[in-house]
């Protein structure tokens, strides 16, 4: 696992960071990367929803609980759920999705009012602060298929404005590498486990949370002053809400 060490087993992932004079220049390397955002352009393909309904989103691009706290920061989003898609079923389970061989990367549902934040913007903040979408099947110190860069699009509206977005980005050269981001078609979202929803939330001084995740909720704050809350909604409160 790169730089971290996980530990795997009935309870939460935990991730500890090694003694800093054993990691030297690596977690140097690690600590720009997760300290680092690159605000692109808006997207110039955002059509507005013709009624009120709630919408969502699910994407992926590294661990869940750094993109889940990001959303969860965002104005006009009201659920955010950790979870996988691209795989069965029978294999959206942390352990076996850990494999890398499930066909599930870990992801996220964003449930949002479109009238507070687009769809276009919520990918928006997706590319610039919530991963890299440079880095093929990895996040930093994470390693496997399951991290990928994806977009699952749920109907053809949602195809249409990412197949441009990405197009865009590309076409005026935003990051200094390509981007692997892959579309596919949304099949299935499956929740992940009770102990994974709001982590970074619940967890906060977590080493890993704190080096990898809590900056970009901070680049957030910095680059998307509009659309910040400080407070976040979290995945309980939004399941609670609903009863």
């Given at each position: ?58 994407v992926a691009g590294g661990c869940f609980w750094g993109i889940q706290a ?148 901070d680049n957030l704050k910095r680059l998307f002053p509009d659309l910040y ?15």
């Amino acid at each position: 696992m790169g730089m971290t060490t996980s530990v795997r087993g009935a309870g939460p992932r935990r991730r500890y960071v090694a003694p800093f004079a054993a990691i030297g220049m690596g977690l140097a390397l690690c600590l720009a990367r997760a300290a680092a955002a690159t605000l692109v352009p808006a997207p110039s393909l955002d059509p507005v929803p013709h009624d009120d309904r709630s919408q969502t989103a699910v994407v992926a691009g590294g661990c869940f609980w750094g993109i889940q706290a990001v959303f969860q920061h965002v104005t006009g989003v009201t659920r955010v759920v950790a979870g996988y898609s691209g795989g069965a079923k029978d294999t959206a389970a942390y352990e076996t999705v850990s494999t890398g061989r499930t066909g599930h990367a870990e992801s996220v549902e964003i449930t949002f009012d479109p009238h507070q934040v687009s769809y276009g913007r919520i990918l928006q903040i997706y590319f610039s602060v919530a991963h890299d979408p440079t880095e093929l099947n990895r996040q930093g110190p994470d390693v496997g298929t399951q991290y990928r860069s994806t977009i699952f699009y749920a109907n053809d509206d949602q195809k249409r404005v990412a197949r441009s977005y990405v197009a865009q980005l590309t076409r005026t050269g935003a990051y200094p590498r390509p981007i692997v981001t892959k579309l596919d078609p949304l099949v299935a979202f499956y929740p992940a486990e009770a102990y994974h929803q709001d982590y970074a939330v619940r967890h906060p001084i977590d080493p890993y949370i704190a080096l990898y995740d809590r900056p970009k909720v901070d680049n957030l704050k910095r680059l998307f002053p509009d659309l910040y809350r400080e407070v976040p909604v979290t995945a309980m409160a939004a399941t609670n809400s609903n009863k």
